[in-house]
């Protein structure tokens, strides 16, 4: 029924609906930040969940001798990993390719949801009364930020744990600028201080809005070609070249998307690694 | 684009999804991994030591063949030579049993000549000592005479 009754009216009210995360308190104010994105929970939790079984699963099974094309296909990935991890982290910690090898998976499960076309869950998820629906997780910025901002502390602790925390406090106010004398290092410890913070803050944001940017910017061009073909007025030339056009255009978008889907998780990934490489690393 | 406490419930799930795959995932796959990676280090060495083995073998077979063939021409000459050795003998052999058995003849014959000579001697010495008695039977006395006889009869 909220379907029939919070149907566009336009393109404009058609683009803002699906701009609107659904809310775990719609009464809220939209920009609260008290509320929740109960999309994005969901689907980035089962689509973490999908993760988490189908490599259990493969590694439940795991034969070393007559391993199945599926498990070739996932250790193809692990491998993917582990090289990177192995040629770009040298600390001692375990954790990072790990951590590497979720970012990956799921951040390319996540961006994936573009491929659905892009009324289809929102449309189904209003039969059942849900008014709002965004598909893809990691168009949402606090997804992006939730990954980039951990990544960012985890690597504060790694450098902590590899170089000791007097270690770590002393790199953070003496690098990147360095000094002979201690009068100088006095003087540049401030402006140490401000160019780690900007390094450290700019690295957690950087990450989150390259991806979110992708992926919001992918999801509103589905949107717009979305919007061709739904100005059919009946067999008419407009309308037929519009429908054609959201075809053409929809495909292009959609096999072009691919790179990118694939790309900014194996960017994300990649920085992800150098951020803990460059953690532990000595200055 | 709203930020709001959803990041902390997503930093949340995140920090689960991370977890269990270092626990959980991570490890088996990568001593999967490790596992198969040795595995095949190990049988590329194996390959290559059956290999160095294989070309030794072939080279002791080789020797021993060689060594074979040695001993066995060695054998057939021995052989040979004993066979010349052993019809020599069995010539030698046969060339004194002859002589043995011409000599054994020989003086059997003379044995025989000898004591047929006695027997004529005998015979001539009685025929003489008869032809004797007859001409002289007037005027010899046979036993006057006896040792002149057996004079005579010796010098024949």
């Not at chain 2, 490790?34 to 080789?62: F, Y």
């Amino acid at each position: 029924m909220s379907a029939e009754h919070h149907a566009p009216a336009n393109a404009t009210e058609y683009i803002q609906h699906h701009l609107l995360n659904l809310r775990a308190n719609p009464a809220l104010d939209p920009v609260d930040p008290s509320n929740i994105h109960l999309d994005t929970f969901w689907i980035s939790l089962v689509l973490g969940f999908v993760f988490l079984f189908v490599f259990g699963m493969v590694a439940r099974r795991a034969s070393v001798d007559k391993p199945s094309k599926f498990q070739l296909f996932i250790e193809l990935i692990i491998e993917l990993v582990d090289t990177n991890v192995k040629e770009i982290f040298h600390g001692k910690s375990k954790l990072v390719a790990p951590l590497a090898l979720t970012v990956f998976v799921w951040v390319v499960l996540m961006n994936a949801m573009d491929f659905l076309p892009v009324d289809l869950l929102p449309k189904i998820a209003a039969m059942f009364g849900v008014e709002y629906l965004k598909v893809v997780p990691t168009a949402d910025i606090n997804q992006g930020l939730a990954m980039s901002l951990s990544v960012v502390l985890l690597s504060v602790l790694l450098g902590i744990q590899a170089k000791g925390l007097v270690g770590f406090v002393v790199e953070f106010f003496t690098a990147p600028f360095h000094a002979d004398g201690l009068l100088m290092k006095i003087i540049l410890i401030p402006v140490n201080g401000a160019m780690q913070c900007i390094e450290y803050g700019s690295r957690g944001l950087s990450l989150a809005l390259r991806l979110v940017g992708n992926m919001f910017a992918g999801e509103l061009v589905f949107m717009l070609i979305a919007l061709l073909g739904m100005g059919w007025t009946g067999a008419n030339p407009g309308s037929i070249l519009g429908a054609l056009g959201q075809v053409v255009a929809g495909s292009a978008w959609a096999i072009f998307h691919i790179l990118i889907v694939i790309l900014q998780a194996y960017i994300f990934m990649m920085l992800t690694i150098v951020y803990c490489g460059l953690a532990v690393e000595e200055h | 684009m709203n930020i709001n406490a959803s990041l902390f419930l997503q930093a949340l799930v995140f920090a689960v999804l991370v977890l269990v795959t270092w626990k959980f995932i991570w490890p088996p796959l990568m001593a999967t991994l490790d596992e198969r990676a040795k595995r095949i280090s190990d049988g590329l060495t194996a390959a290559d030591r059956a290999k160095h083995d294989l070309e030794l073998a072939e080279k002791r077979a080789a020797e021993e063949l060689r060594k074979a063939k040695a001993q066995a021409s060695e054998i057939i000459a021995q052989a040979e030579k004993r066979a010349t050795q052993i019809v020599d003998e069995a010539k030698d052999a046969a060339r004194v049993e002859g002589d043995r058995l011409i000599a054994g003849a020989k003086s059997e014959v003379d044995q025989q000549v000898h004591h047929a000579k006695e027997e004529l001697r005998q015979q001539v010495s009685a025929l003489a000592v008869a032809g004797a008695e007859k001409i002289l039977r007037k005027e010899i006395d046979a036993a006057r005479h006896a040792d002149l006889l057996a004079t005579l009869k010796a010098e024949l």
